[in-house]
């Protein structure tokens, strides 16, 4: 009887290791701080040359903006706090923000 427990306990054990492990999610982390650098030091350039050198100030906006051209799963989730969807298929986006988009 004695041996069953000590079995179970390490099929516990390893199921909370396996559960636990977030080394992936870690260099996930890594890779999305990495991009968001290299983001921010874009976007400082944008607002330097702009301080610096008298430009349309529309085509600035329109870089300084930026367009998404293609989903991005990594973006959505970062700004989505939970999408409600009701009996008759409406919609409610709440955003991080607080911002609610009806549909």
């Known amino acids: 009887m004695e ?3 000590t079995d179970g306990r ?3 054990r390893g199921i909370r290791r396996t559960l636990c492990n977030i080394d992936a999610l870690q260099e996930e982390k890594r890779r999305l701080e990495s991009e968001m650098a290299v983001l921010v030091d ?3 350039g944008c607002i330097a040359e702009n301080a610096r050198i008298a430009q349309d100030q529309e085509e600035y906006q329109k870089r300084y903006d930026g367009i998404i051209e293609d989903f991005d799963e990594s ?3 970062c700004m ?3 999408i409600t969807v009701g009996r008759n298929k409406e919609m409610t986006v709440i955003f991080r923000d607080g911002t609610e988009i009806q549909a």
């Open 3 to 5: 041996k069953k427990i």
């Open 10 to 12: 390490m099929n516990i």
């Open 42 to 44: 874009m976007v400082q």
């Open 75 to 77: 973006l959505w989730g």
């Open 80 to 82: 989505v706090e939970h």
